[in-house]
């Protein structure tokens, strides 16, 4: 009788918690900014280390950094004539001068237009950059006395004092030369859009040059545009095993007009990822990488005369993970460099010599470093982030020049993202965990002592609160190779272990990603609280492939993406099949992109495990996708055909169970709706039923907050109905 008594009192428990828990609409996380997090962001650190200016409001506003308040408007858009909508800003090395970006027009993910203007904050007057069209990526000099901006595929800089415009290049065309910025795939795959860099005298401009004329074209129909026929829009896209652009490092010396081509070598087909000045005005940085990717040199080149030598190489079998490209960094001290490498299995830290020389690694250990923060040369310390304490968290460290003195700074569970001030002075810690959203913290680092809290969210998480909700909890599978996977799950609010649940499975998969963390919120983080709400287990697993595990984790997918990370999600469905709350035979998987990847592999290749699966935008096989991404993980299709076909959900249309909903933008630039067409011919062809819908205009992301609204309307009512 006692225990009938509990039982009813946590029955009646859950009811009244049901009851209190407001609902969730799609509206809350499309249109309205219900769950909205706020942060500390557009934080430029100024040079005397007690100041930092902010955008807000169309004013870059001047912040003590002690106390957090405003202490001057360097610029107020709307009292400038003409008044200036104010996007973006940069600071002159003096901070005299702010470069404004205003209007601005996107391209494709990170690339766009717009018009620039040059604030001076001595004389309090403004300029417009240039009146002759649109401009792109607009630089100020170290000097702050000219500013580099593209235009139309060419480079160009204005003298700021007497507003002269100079050409550096004339022979860009669209489709053709691209001189000063980077082409499609360079652009999404390796992350940048700005294709010049001053020298640190100012004197010179390092830019790429890329000769696309022989990449084969993609067309993109344009459909809603109120026209009566559909536009044509065709833009260069090398797929895998196809002809990339060719791509040239060219230096100018602005006071002579001189140019010379860095010296790479007389092979073609390869890649420069990145490119920057060490502290000599005389010395390029440029890093090549073959087209297999499993060679990275680093190379020095002359900038007067083009020589190169390679200072260092870095071998692997498998491929070399740009991941951490960024880290390279040039010591002030004229003699060394810090550069990071998975050569003992996981990302470190490697100190070197100006020729190459390796002087010690500066980290150690099974962890990974997250990223380099950098050198404070005076306390002779640098500063990273780390997944020392746990692959689910990152926490800040400092470890001195000897590597004798390491201390973790940050002290709080789960996840800390850092923005470092440029004296090192001072840190913002924007932390969060698996129950708690962002807050963001100011600490001077000397002592590493609380200065001020500077954002706590408390609209937020009084809104979780009246929302209920559902905690993150954290779980582990074994994959068939003994590897231990991680995973969490959220329940719904009232949840019962006496009771059976539906569970839809979420992923991403895709190399070196992950989604199992100790942090707040996540991709579709509030889609999955409202179907919670609705009764149904959410569960997320990272398979083998994803990162923060160390490099044999992450490259065992090499050659064959998609086997082993289909193994690991038919393995954690089966592991939560066999859980008493829930219901394997309502067991449904979705993902997007890399995810919408796998959730067709799993409804095809690994039919009859899910009864449903939803595919937004997926790759259905690698032979449409792009070179750099498909080939370091593939290699090419005339060299791993295997690997590209027996993985392919096109392969296996035949093969698909249970009901199944495939999604596509059709502006789709990134993995083109080609993708879910040719996969919709070949269900069709093997007599399979299915649904799809297309958003019509919509490119990868499938944005706007109509669309998005429709979107997750049309998933969870798709949920609902077959799961």
Known sequence: MKKLITSLMVSLFFVLTASAQKQIT??????????????????????????????????????????????????????LNPKIEIEDYSLSADEKKIVILTDSKPIYRRSYTGEYYVYDLTNKTVKKLSSTGRQSYATLSPDGAKVAFVRDNNLFYVDLASMKESQVTDDGKFNAIINGSTDWVYEEEFGFVTGFYW?????????????????????????????????????????????????????????????????????????????????????????????????????????????????????????????????????????????????????????????????????????????????????????YSSTEVSPLERHLYSISFDGKKKQRLTKNQGSHAINMSKDFQFYIDHHTSASQPSVATLYRSKGNTLVKVLEKNESLTSAIKEYGLSPKSFYTVKASD????????????????????????????????????????????????????????????????????????????????????????????????????????????????????????????????????????????????????????????????????QNSPLTFAGDLQGKFLLIHGTADDNVHFQNSVVFQEALINAGKQFDSFYYPDKNHSIPGGKTRHHLYTKMIEYVMANL
């Open 26 to 79: 799609v509206d809350d996380f499309t249109t309205k900014p219900t769950f909205y997090q706020k942060t500390v962001t557009g934080i430029n650190w100024m040079n005397d280390g007690k100041f930092y200016s902010a955008l807000a409001d169309n004013k870059v506003i001047k912040y003590d950094i002690t106390s957090g308040q405003a202490v001057e408007t360097l610029v107020d858009g709307t009292t």
């Open 199 to 383: 020298s640190p005298d100012s004197k010179k401009l390092a830019y790429y040059r890329f000769d696309e004329s022989a990449v084969k074209e993609y067309n993109l129909q344009r459909w809603n545009k109120g026209q009566l026929y559909p536009e044509d829009y065709k833009f260069k896209y090398p797929k895998a095993g196809e002809t990339n652009s060719t791509v040239e490092i060219w230096i100018t010396d602005i006071t002579t007009n001189a140019k010379v081509k860095a010296d790479l070598g007389t092979d073609k087909d390869f890649y420069i990822p990145r490119v920057k000045w060490t502290n000599d005005p005389n010395t390029l940085s440029i890093r090549k990488l073959n087209r297999l990717q499993n060679q990275l040199d680093l190379i020095h080149t002359n900038a007067n005369t083009g020589k190169s030598s390679i200072v260092l190489t870095e071998r692997e079998d498998a491929y070399v993970d740009l991941e951490f490209i960024d880290d390279l960094t040039y010591l002030k001290d004229g003699k060394h460099f810090i550069h990071s490498s998975e050569r003992d299995g996981y990302k470190h830290l490697y100190l070197y010599s100006m020729a190459g020389g390796l002087v010690k690694q500066v980290t150690k250990g099974a962890f990974e470093v997250y990223e380099f923060l950098g050198y404070d040369e005076k306390a002779k310390l640098f500063y």
């Open 482 to 645: 003994g590897s231990v996977l991680n995973g969490l799950m959220l329940k719904p609010a009232n949840f019962d272990s006496t009771k059976q649940y539906p569970v839809l499975i979420y992923q991403y998969s895709g190399p070196n990603s992950q989604n199992v963390t100790n942090s707040w919120g996540g991709s579709h983080f509030y889609f999955h609280q409202m179907l919670t709400q609705k009764g149904y287990i959410v569960a997320i697993v990272d398979s083998r492939g994803t990162g923060a595990r160390g490099e044999a984790f992450k490259k065992v997918t090499y050659k064959q993406n998609g086997k082993y990370e289909l193994e690991d999600i038919i393995t954690t469905a089966k592991y939560l099949g066999s859980l008493s709350y829930i219901d394997e035979s309502r067991m449904g998987v979705w993902g997007w992109s890399y995810g919408g990847y796998m959730s067709s592999l799993a409804m095809t290749k690994g039919g009859g495990v899910f009864k449903m699966g939803i595919a937004v935008a997926p790759v259905t096989n690698w032979r449409f996708y792009d070179s750099i991404y498909t080939e370091r993980y593939l290699q090419t299709p005339q060299l791993n055909a295997d690997g590209y076909d």
